[in-house]
């Protein structure tokens, strides 16, 4: 009898991934558990989609099963000082082995705040935090409670996305977490974020409140040769044919970004079923393609934005990457002056389109440039 292959689409894209879908990343697990189980902070840093979140989960998943208490917080969803405070504390509770004894115990230990709880619609604990409105939020009571309930082993402390405190007039806020936290020596922190530029100026300059917090550490793509053996696999198993070269090209086409491989090869996947279960350079082009349609609006929502000289620059920078403020390019591609030139990249920067290595423009999103090349 022969095994039935199995139909289902092996890559994920989108969410945080976990195994079967979850790539390597062996010696950065080895490395941070053996960092953060010593107590030592980390700062973790690289662009969008390569692959953070997902490393951070599936190590606190890990470490939360050798008994670490663990607590993950996303400032993506963080807009005040008070929601913040709300998100952890709430995801202090859900460290803690039973509620109810929890509650008594975090409650004893707020002495200015009155928890408020109910359940929602999943069962997990809900929480606002009520306090003497007439006084400033007593964020410090929050901020030291992993400190106050550590026993032996440090709990372990994410910040996710941490460089959007910025805009939550960061300056504040951070001095007030970084005082708290100077102390915490059961704790270890992890701050981590996409805009690296942002998240290393908060930990490199002197005149920043968590200046030298913790270890820099920059999460770069997953080897070239790991991606493909997985990829590899990951046809045969589940019955279509690709040969090396094809799943290279996959590899090169999507930049080797994390996000974008499984992007590209969830959706070559998809094509190839309909090709008799066969990957050929037809099948991912047809897949290739699929993805610009589907990314259609939100690509032209983004430029249809942009103004008629930022469009020229992106274009002029899809044509050549390096040394885009010299004269002779700026001539050459008929741009106006090199400030204007810099407010535009500086923009695309922001914005998380382009990403500068040296002096080399890159596109975030390996398709975007090839949605682009069709204007
Ligand atoms: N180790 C990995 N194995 C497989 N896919 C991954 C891995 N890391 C990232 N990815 C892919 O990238 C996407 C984005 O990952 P995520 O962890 O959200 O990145 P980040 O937090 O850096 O923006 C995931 O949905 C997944 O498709
Ligand atoms: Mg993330």
């Known amino acids: 009898?022969?095994?039935?292959k199995t139909k289902k689409n092996p890559f994920r894209y989108g969410i945080a991934v976990d195994d079967p879908y979850f790539v390597d990343r062996?010696?950065?697990?080895?490395?941070?558990?053996q960092w953060l189980t010593s107590g030592q902070s980390l700062v973790i840093y690289s662009s969008r989609r390569y692959g953070k979140t997902s490393l951070?989960?599936?190590?606190?998943?890990?470490l939360s099963k050798r008994g670490y208490k663990t607590v993950y917080v996303d400032f993506f969803k963080v807009y005040s000082r008070s929601k913040f405070a709300e998100l952890y504390y709430r995801s202090i509770l859900e460290a803690m082995?039973?509620?109810?004894?929890?509650i008594?115990?975090?409650?004893a230990l707020t002495k200015s705040i009155r928890p408020v709880f109910s359940i929602?619609?999943?069962g997990r604990p809900l929480v606002t935090l009520d306090w003497n409105k007439a006084t400033p939020f007593p964020l410090d009571e929050i901020l030291d409670l992993p400190q106050k309930l550590a026993g032996g082993k440090p709990w372990i402390v994410v910040f996710d996305e941490f460089q959007e405190i910025n805009d939550l007039n960061g300056e504040n806020f951070e001095k007030e977490m970084r005082a708290s936290m100077i102390h915490h020596d059961k704790v270890s922190y992890v701050f981590q974020g996409s805009r690296s530029h942002m998240l290393l100026n908060m930990f490199t300059r002197k005149n920043r409140a968590f200046y030298q917090f913790g270890k820099l550490f920059e999460l770069k793509k997953i080897p070239e040769d790991v991606q493909q053996k997985f990829l590899e696999r990951k046809?045969?198993?589940?019955g279509i044919e690709a040969t090396p070269d094809i799943i290279q090209e996959i590899i090169s086409r999507s930049g080797n970004v994390p996000h974008y491989v499984q992007?590209?090869?969830?959706?070559a996947w998809e094509h190839s079923l309909e090709n008799d279960g066969t990957l050929d350079s037809k099948t991912l082009n047809a897949a290739i393609e699929k993805i610009l349609i589907n990314q259609n609006d939100y690509y032209l929502s983004y430029y249809e934005d942009l103004t008629a000289h930022q469009k020229k620059v992106l274009h002029a920078i899809l044509q050549d990457n390096k040394n885009i403020f010299n004269a002779g390019y700026i001539e050459k591609y008929r741009l106006h002056a090199v400030s204007s030139v810099q407010r535009a990249v500086e923009r695309f920067i922001k914005d998380g389109v382009l990403e500068k290595k040296g002096n080399i423009y890159f596109f975030t999103d390996p398709f975007f440039p090839a949605w682009l090349e069709k204007m």
């Not at 009898?1 to 039935?4: D, H």
């Open 97 to 102: 082995p039973s509620w109810e004894k929890s």
């Open 26 to 33: 062996e010696q950065e697990l080895k490395d941070l558990d």
């Open 1 to 4: 009898m022969t095994k039935k």
């Open 263 to 267: 992007y590209l090869a969830s959706a």
């Open 104 to 107: 008594r115990k975090l409650s």
């Open 120 to 122: 929602d619609q999943d």
């Open 235 to 238: 046809f045969r198993d589940s």
């Open 56 to 62: 951070i989960l599936k190590l606190l998943k890990q």
